[in-house]
Nanobody, 121 residues
Framework: VQLQASGGGLVQAGGSLRLSCAASGRTFSKYAMGWFRQAPGKEREFVAGISWGGGSTLYSDSVKGRFTISRDNAKNTVYLQMNSLKPEDTAVYYC???????????????WGKGTQVTVSS
């Protein structure tokens, strides 16, 4: 599975962005998908995850209520809608795929290249 994230950019605090992650391959629907982010000088952290069928989602406390993860298996794409953005959301955002049940970065099977999100105050 190859993943390509897009949709990042510069936005003012309080604004919104929607990230997309397009996947290649016919087995996309078998994978749970997640979004992670990494700010300068910090470790990569889990942001949101969605089960293979889309029926189960999980969010980090820092984004709960502001971000929404979704997927369209017909389009081999997973999305991250980010609302009420804050300067502390500034990071490179990565999408990842897993067949496991853990959302720790070390258990992800595949990673996409990141997309930069910058939130100005």
């Amino acid at each position: 599975v190859q993943l390509q994230a897009s949709g990042g950019g510069l936005v003012q605090a309080g604004g919104s962005l929607r990230l997309s992650c397009a996947a290649s391959g016919r087995t996309f629907s078998k994978y749970a998908m997640g979004w992670f982010r990494q700010a300068p000088g910090k470790e990569r952290e889990f942001v949101a995850g969605i089960s293979w069928g889309g029926g189960s989602t999980l969010y980090s406390d820092s984004v709960k209520g502001r971000f929404t993860i979704s997927r369209d298996n017909a389009k081999n794409t997973v999305y991250l809608q980010m609302n009420s953005l804050k300067p502390e959301d500034t990071a490179v955002y990565y999408c990842a795929a897993t067949l496991g049940s853990s959302w720790s970065p070390e258990y992800m099977y595949y990673w996409g290249k990141g997309t930069q999100v910058t939130v100005s105050s």
